[in-house]
């Protein structure tokens, strides 16, 4: 009979996973994105109202009539686990949620064009699901016991955005929007082994995490949009880093039962109302838009500066030292910043319209050499009173990880492929 054999390098791997560290800065820019895969804003604000204020500000200027929008999803992620050549049964989980309230209210003038826009929506979802279990042999005794890891994360990040633009010549707008942010996230985290043989002197092994963070801030923007001609029109977008104060409670628990039915809890510790401020990447947009009638395709391009993002505390780490620069180099060394592609489509033949959408862009984290990528497809109908219904479908796909270290100092790699997709149904109506 042997004792567990993995608990020390466990135990010595998860304490320090309070500490703040670089994940905590990207994690409440890193989920799902609200805003359509033509983000740096080339196609008008009456397709997509949440392209203008939270892309590009400027094309609120292309909205000829007020209207009110709002719309409702049903979101679904889902992950499925690769560790080796096995893999693991699609896990997922979904619900209907509310998407997005707009107002758009266009300011009679006698010449030009000055609009105002009201928006409220969730920027980012950070909804992932991951799990894998199976069997594991001890190397000094081929004896098998069986562990599992699950990851499941959910919550949004809101933000309530205003935004204008108006014609500074005849064919140039400028316009910028600031949004108040809102939202949280529940992460859990667990580790379980079971010697259900009775191979060992343990019984179970449990290490759990769980933490929420509270978030409160805002963001800004600047926008450009310029007619070269009837049919060319291209598109600048300035975002500022975002600002967000964090109060965040966490806990955790590692826990060992044994074979004569005592139980050990070699850790547990127990956090509330941790604070510190956060502040996100900037970002640059451009794109350039064709109109061959009743088409309009553009093609954009978005840089994400996540490396200057950084943290504000008075945190210090075991050792007493500032827990800021600490986690500056994290984000030199771990993180990187992100190219983002997008080409978009919109076919407008009243009274019905269609958009397609699709971007691919780098994962933030520079030790992932996968791609991210998004489709937005959608379709409108309007009816002369002035009411449309709207039907959009989006499906996102990335790669991440549930890996941890074992005792011998070697590591169990394991792949997950998630998948996020949303339908969306909305009705609006043209004041």
Request: hydrophobic share 35%; aromatic share 14%.
């Amino acid at each position: 009979m042997q004792t567990k054999r993995f608990f020390l390098t466990a135990l010595l791997t998860t304490a320090t996973l309070f500490s703040q560290s670089y994940l905590d800065i990207i994690r409440p820019f890193y989920g799902m994105s609200g805003v359509s895969g033509a983000e740096s804003g080339i196609l008008p604000a009456a397709s997509t109202t949440s392209n203008a204020v939270l892309g590009n500000p400027a094309l609120l200027s292309y909205a000829e009539k007020g209207f009110v929008a709002l719309d409702l999803g049903y979101d679904q992620f889902a992950g499925t686990s690769v560790f080796n050549t096995d893999k693991s049964d699609q896990i997922s989980s979904g619900g209907i949620r509310f998407n997005s309230l707009s107002y758009i209210y266009p300011v009679p003038v006698y010449r030009g064009a000055w609009v105002w826009g009201f928006n409220l929506q969730p920027v980012y979802s950070f909804s992932s699901i991951q799990e894998f279990s199976g069997l594991d042999t001890d190397p000094d005794s081929d004896l098998e016991f069986t562990y599992a890891r699950r990851n499941r994360e959910s919550g949004s990040l809101y933000a309530f955005t205003a935004g204008t633009s108006f014609l500074m010549s005849i064919n140039t707008s400028l316009g910028f929007s600031v949004s108040f942010l809102n939202g949280s996230n529940s992460y859990d985290k667990i580790y379980y082994e079971n010697d259900s043989n009775d191979f060992f002197l343990f019984t179970e092994y449990l290490d759990s995490l769980h933490f929420a963070p509270q978030y409160r801030g805002f963001s800004a923007r600047l926008g450009l949009s310029s007619e070269l001609s009837d049919a060319i029109r291209v598109g600048v977008s300035l975002e500022f880093p975002s600002r967000l104060s964090v109060t965040e409670a966490s806990s955790q628990d590692i826990m060992e039962s044994f074979d004569d039915g005592s139980d050990t809890l070699w850790q547990g510790d127990e956090r509330s109302a941790l604070e510190y401020v956060v502040w996100g990447p900037w970002r640059i947009g451009t794109g350039i838009g064709f109109t061959v009638d009743p088409l309009e395709v553009s093609v954009n391009y978005r840089f994400h500066s996540y490396t200057t993002s950084s943290m504000k505390s008075n945190l210090i780490n075991s050792e007493g030292n500032s827990l800021d620069p600490i986690v500056d180099a994290q984000i030199k060394q771990s993180v990187q910043n992100v190219n983002e592609f997008s080409a978009s489509i919109q076919w407008s033949m009243s009274p019905i319209d269609l958009t397609f959408a699709a971007s691919l862009r780098n994962d933030q984290l520079n030790y992932r050499l996968d791609n991210i990528i998004r489709m937005d497809t959608g379709l409108a109908y309007h009816f002369s009173s002035g009411l449309g219904l709207t039907i959009a479908f989006r499906k996102e796909q990335w790669m991440s990880d549930l890996n941890h270290a074992l005792s011998d100092n070697s590591e169990r790699k394991i792949e997950v492929q998630n998948s996020f997709s949303k339908i969306q149904f909305g009705i609006k109506y043209y004041l």
